[in-house]
């Protein structure tokens, strides 16, 4: 072998990429001239794909595996380039490798509320957020649609669209979903899947999927979870009696705790106050307290075409007494059919006839 031969055969191009990052979705490979030699290795690793593009056409797409770049293995490249000396000269094409990997631990979230007819609470705002996967499916779409020229894309280039797509699709599935709020939390999973589906097939264009997407969370506005909080405490409060029951009899079948010493204290107490009570055990009959005193009735008076008052019954006697209040003037109080004059009530005791002249001595 000479030593042209030898040299040759050393500087056969090794095409291969090895990604150090984590958000990494397109590398191109650099080349002077983009100048690939025939007979280059191509090294294609797990996770990954190259896709070659010659003179601004999609060419060839290779998966996983070691490649010699020769006719026999790039049909399309072969059939773009026309060689015509004997596939030794170099071609010009670029290289495009392209992650296929899922990409894990991205975010989403609703960035305004979304309004929702509920059935329980009616039009109600909500916010959800959660995470989802990324995958590409198919590179040279992909390459096409998204990426484009661009020597290294990275998943925050396309992640923004993502999200968007999304909340957009949740506004959608959660309205028609017809799910209460109050049953959303245990159905985020079913949620999740709708979601996903409803998405697969906008993404499915851009050459990626969403193997998996996850709503963690479903919130209401503040004022609603804290009159749903309140709810819940009233009827926690309707069931305090039972439970202190039950505390009860829990300290009494254990009395050598705290609590069961605090309820044998308890219990002697009452069994001293009922040895107090006298011979048959009976505590003495509260007293009955009296009634609640009358409720005073006031009146309102309507003169000159106005109503003035309230009055009580004493300031009417005195008012009757100084002419201020004759028989025929209109009065009126609380539970009363309309207006009446003060002699046909029992306003009317106000207007006595004076006393007949004592008797003859």
Known sequence: MGILDFLTGEFIDVIHWTD????????????????IKYGAKLTVRESQAAVFVHEGQLADTFL?????????????????QHWDHGFRSPFKSEVYFVSTRRFTDLKWG??????????????????AYGTYTVKVTDPGKFLVEIVGTDGEFTMDEISFQIRNIIVQEFSRVI???GIPVLDMAANTKDLGKLLAEAISETIASYGIELPELYIENISLPPAVEKALDERTSRGVVGS?????RYKTAEAMGNPGSGAGQAMGM???????????????????????????????????VAAGGETVGPYSKADLG??????QLER??????????????????????????????????
């Open 266 to 300: 308890g219990m002697g107490a009452g069994m001293g106050m009922a040895m107090t009570q006298g011979p048959w055990g009976r505590a003495p009959a509260a007293p009955t307290p009296p009634p609640p005193p009358p409720v005073e009735h006031v009146w309102h």
């Open 64 to 80: 996983p595996g070691l490649y010699m770049l020769e006719s026999n293995n790039m049909p399309i490249l072969t059939t773009l």
């Open 328 to 361: 025929d003037s209109w009065v009126w109080t609380p539970g009363q059919d309309g207006w009446k004059h003060a002699e046909d009530t029992e306003l009317a005791e106000l207007f006595t006839v004076a006393p007949p002249p004592p008797p003859e001595s």
């Open 20 to 35: 150090d990052t984590r958000d990494t979705m397109v590398w191109r490979f650099d080349r002077e001239d983009h100048e």
């Open 318 to 323: 005195q008012m009757a007494a100084k002419g």
């Open 175 to 177: 309205s028609s979903a």
């Open 110 to 127: 609703t960035k305004n509320p979304i309004m929702l007819r509920d059935p329980e609470f009616g039009p109600t705002r909500l916010r």
């Open 240 to 244: 305090l009696d039972d439970h202190f």
